[in-house]
């Protein structure tokens, strides 16, 4: 009897596990979507772009920005609006993380870097000079998930699906959460659209 009672309390002790870690972390898992930085300035928007995740700025605080920290010259005078932030994220294997690069335009640098959904609001940025000096922030979402950017498809040779929506890549209105409407609104309101048809993405990711 007491055999049994233990079988059963292990049974239940697993399903519980799998309930809260199974659709649980699938969501938690996704790090496409709008996210607002920890400073409240900006948003960055998350898609996959054939592969990696990159990250592009989608809104800002004070519009009208340029990166003028950029030790490129010819960049300085490059508008913050649309300019890629997480730069070719690949997937780590056995866990939900993704490893690439971080663009600080404060001060015009790249910086190696990892990102990982923490629950479904939030994601954990990590940034090393050199493997070590590292510190992180951590962003809140704002909008998404979003579905794949159609220019997915066409790098990889397949034809674009007619029925795929035209706000495919960026931010879905059905998706929005509340206090967003400046990321999903009309598409007027939205001039980053697919990040992954930025030339400064596009040019890389295919």
């Known amino acids: 009897m007491l055999h049994c009672q233990r079988n059963i309390m292990r049974?239940?002790?697993?399903?519980?596990?799998?309930?809260?870690?199974?659709?649980?972390?699938?969501?938690?898992?996704?790090?496409?979507?709008?996210?607002?930085?920890?400073?409240?300035?900006?948003?960055?928007r998350v898609a996959e772009c054939n592969g990696s995740m990159w990250g592009a700025v989608a809104w800002e605080k004070t519009?009208?920005?340029h990166d003028?920290?950029?030790?490129?010259?010819?960049?300085?005078?490059?508008?913050?609006?649309?300019m890629p932030i997480l730069i070719?994220?690949?997937?780590?294997?056995?866990?939900?993380?993704?490893?690439?690069?971080?663009?600080?335009?404060?001060?015009?640098?790249?910086?190696?870097s990892t990102i990982k959904p923490?629950?479904?609001?939030?994601?954990?940025?990590?940034?090393?000079?050199l493997g070590f000096l590292c510190g992180g922030?951590?962003?809140?979402?704002?909008?998404?998930?979003?579905?794949?950017?159609?220019?997915?498809?066409?790098?990889?040779g397949t034809p674009k699906s007619p029925a795929a929506p035209k706000t495919t890549g960026s931010v879905s209105p059905a998706a929005k959460t509340s206090g967003q409407k400046q990321a999903?609104?009309?598409?007027?309101?939205?001039?980053v659209g697919d990040i992954c048809l930025l030339p400064d993405i596009a040019r890389f990711a295919h």
């Open 11 to 44: 049974k239940v002790i697993f399903t519980g596990i799998f309930l809260a870690t199974g659709p649980a972390s699938a969501l938690a898992a996704d790090p496409t979507g709008d996210w607002k930085v920890a400073d409240g300035v900006a948003n960055i």
């Open 63 to 65: 519009p009208g920005g």
């Open 68 to 82: 003028t920290n950029n030790p490129d010259v010819s960049k300085k005078s490059r508008p913050t609006l649309g």
């Open 88 to 112: 070719d994220m690949k997937k780590k294997a056995g866990v939900d993380q993704w490893e690439g690069q971080v663009y600080n335009a404060k001060d015009g640098q790249f910086y190696s």
């Open 118 to 129: 923490v629950g479904s609001d939030q994601l954990e940025i990590q940034g090393c000079v």
């Open 137 to 156: 922030e951590t962003w809140t979402r704002v909008a998404g998930p979003i579905p794949s950017s159609p220019a997915n498809g066409m790098a990889k």
């Open 184 to 191: 999903t609104a009309a598409p007027s309101a939205d001039p």
